[in-house]
DNA sequence: ACGAATGTACAACGATCGTTTTACATTGCA
DNA sequence: TGCAATGTAAAACGATCGTTGTACATTCGT
């Protein structure tokens, strides 16, 4: 029931925003009534950090990887699920300002989370710590993201490709 | 008169958001009347579509330039004026999911502009068309703009980086 | 000097916002 | 069997939303 709710909020703000999204269209969505909804959730900005702290631990389980040619593998995998619309985490932020702080705190969280993740994959594959190029490699992988909105899929696989070169040209 | 309420419209929208950010707000910072406002802007998300298509004119004019790197100094300065709060056009597309027409033409004509410009900039740079590494340079100058957002600016030197190799790379 | 244009202040429009209240039905454990 | 717990529907809360109407002041070209 609960997880049912976090679904509906997760694919309503994703498709029209945060702020755009009223709480009857949730309830309605969600099939229960907005007095168990506030029971369940607290308020509208808590369900929105429930909605990113679930889709947070769904993001870095796919990317559980040991090498970048498989993060960005992954994130194939991920726009094909998910469809284009750039990052969830970075709109609701900069829908709300980051004046929430139950959202700018998961954002936050999130945020912290990939960067260690990109830093220890890059890691892992290139046998040594390399902050520079894990910068670059999460630069790659958050315009991946957005750039697909307007230019498709395809940005991904350009990501890709240059992240090999850029992985090659470390090694040697 | 006109110039002003633009400006800040654009302020507010670009650091609360474009929904919630209410009209008094922009009447208040732009020191005229509702009344006024609305014989000039005609509505809301038309006082959008102008920000988002003055901005786009400033934004173009800072990147009429003939290397790639010069692209990414250009972002450099950008960011250092404007701050790193990700790109207004895919936030205000994304806040209104596209459904208002006004906005997200404004969005659809400046990121073409933009892919355009991009694809010149490459061309001239290396004396020859070549869209692959014309999209891989998109991809990082979107990633820089938004992983700028929690990473700061150090990501457009790193975009810049990243490009100069790649650059290098399919040049000899 | 005068009428059109353009500005103002301010109240009000209906709609919708997030949230809570009221009153009642269903379930499950003691 | 009965009392919590948990759900429902529906109305209402005050606030704010984008937008418009009313009534009055100022500026400006002729």
Same sequence: chains 1, 2.
Avoid: N
């Amino acid at each position: 029931m609960t997880s049912k709710l976090t679904a509906a909020a997760e694919r309503l703000f994703d498709r029209h925003g945060y702020v755009a999204t009223g709480v009857d269209r949730l309830t309605e969505a969600a099939g229960m009534s907005s007095r168990t909804l506030y029971k369940h959730a607290g308020s509208k900005a808590e369900l929105m950090a429930r909605v990113l702290t679930e889709r947070d631990r769904r993001f870095m389980a796919r990317i559980e990887v040991r090498t970048v040619d498989a993060l960005f593998a992954a994130l194939e995998d991920w726009v094909r699920v998910e469809g284009c619309r750039g990052c969830l985490f970075l709109r609701s932020r900069a829908e709300t300002g980051g004046d929430t702080p139950e959202i700018a705190e998961a954002v936050a969280l999130h945020k912290e989370a990939f960067h260690r993740r990109v830093g220890e994959v890059v890691a892992m594959d290139l046998g040594r710590e390399d902050p520079a190029l894990a910068e670059q490699v999460l630069v790659l992988f958050e315009g991946a993201t957005h750039a697909a909105v307007y230019r498709g899929a395809q940005t991904v696989s350009a990501a890709r490709a240059a992240a090999a070169i850029l992985m090659e040209r470390a090694r040697s």
